[in-house]
């Protein structure tokens, strides 16, 4: 079964064709990040306008990388949501128009459990698993029982940790999106020199905190009580060394309570996925830390991309037998 997954939930439009769930013949993925750097962080409006002008060249590139025509796709698997709600109707519509005009099944599926479904692409992983999503929207601890069989665990109560990396990143002067450039600069750091405290959410040992460290980094490089425009009080090497301990503290939080999670909930593995599992710090402080296996998503598939719905869509479709209505809306928030 062919199946063609759209994706457009934030800043990253994705076309890709997938073979029966695993095998990828096609992943087209345009990065908006030119767009949107200069105001340091996504602005939506943009973010839909150009997923538009992307959308049918990057299809025409995924049907000649994967050598088929359109009339050779069975299926149609498009992420509904969470995300920007501008920037999924563009997706959602644009897959409702190819189903209605070529009569081929649509089917929309959850962009989070689409992140963990990247590593079930290429591992057959022991479940269940702890599912850990970490990504520039989400931060959260899964029990996956099943593809399509999860109980939420703990997740941030207010920002993501990507967004933390992002807005620290900000505050070091570095380029958005920050979380590459963070690890980089960490590498020459010391990550012990600011002994930062990670967020707790009182009677929720599975949830975090990201908001706190970030105003604890904001008040050591501009002075206490500073805001986020005033100017930096610290050297060029001290910012490597706040980029290091930020990440440190940050990193051993996630994995703690990955580790506490996996315990409890009696999980044989660990999967990841989301854009901050792309970070090579993270994968070794895991691997360091934690006995149970480790799956991370292959090279392509940790930041947002089409053929992590494509490959989700068509387990969905086949649970479901049926295909997803014309009327199906997009869901700016979507729970699992
Ligand atoms: O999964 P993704 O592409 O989009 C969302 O679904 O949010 O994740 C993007 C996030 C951004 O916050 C970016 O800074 C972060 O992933 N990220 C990283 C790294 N690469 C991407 N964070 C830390 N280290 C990295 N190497
Ligand atoms: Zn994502």
Redesign the pocket.
């Known amino acids: 079964m062919f199946v063609l997954g759209l994706e457009s ?4 439009t994705g076309v890709s064709i997938v073979r029966d769930g695993k095998t990828i013949l096609a992943n087209q993925v345009a990065s908006q990040m030119q767009v949107h750097e200069r105001y340091g962080g996504v602005v939506p409006e943009l973010a839909s306008r150009h997923h538009l002008d992307v959308f049918v060249p990057l299809l025409h590139e995924a049907l000649k990388e994967a050598s088929i025509s359109l009339h050779d796709i069975d299926l149609i698997a498009v992420a509904r949501g969470p ?1 920007l709600i501008g920037a999924l109707l563009v997706g959602l519509n644009f897959a409702k128009g190819l189903s209605f005009g070529l009569g081929k099944p649509l089917i929309g599926v959850n ?2 459990e689409a ?1 963990l479904y990247a590593v079930m692409m290429n591992a057959s992983v022991e479940l269940p698993a702890l599912g850990v999503v ?5 931060t959260a601890l899964l029990l996956v029982k099943d593809i399509g069989n999860y109980q939420l665990i703990g997740q941030t109560h207010d920002d ?4 933390a ?2 807005k620290v ?1 900000t505050l070091l002067q570095l380029p ?5 450039h ?2 980089k600069l960490a590498e020459s750091g010391d990550p012990h020199r600011f002994p930062f405290k990670p967020g707790t959410v009182k009677g929720h040992p599975f949830s975090f905190s990201f908001s706190g460290l970030k105003t604890r980094v904001l008040y050591l490089v501009k002075g206490q009580n500073a805001g986020k425009t005033d100017a930096l009080i610290i050297s060029e090497e001290d910012k490597k060394d706040v980029a290091a301990s930020f ?1 440190y503290v940050a990193f051993s939080d996630l994995i703690q309570k990955s580790q506490l999670a996996a315990q409890e909930f009696g999980c044989k593995s660990l999967i990841l ?10 994968r070794n402080l895991f691997a360091q830390k934690c006995e149970l296996p480790l799956y991370w998503p292959a090279k392509g598939l ?3 991309n089409a053929a992590m719905i494509a490959g989700l869509g068509y387990h969905t479709y086949l649970r479901q037998q049926q295909s997803d209505p014309l009327d199906l809306e997009a869901l700016s928030r979507m729970p699992l």
């Open positions: 939930t934030c800043d990253e995300g962009h989070v992140h970490i990504s520039g929207g989400h993501a940790i990507g967004e990396f992002d990143a958005y999106p920050g979380g590459p963070i690890e990440q996925g989301g854009g901050v599992s792309n970070n090579q710090y993270l940790c930041l947002d």
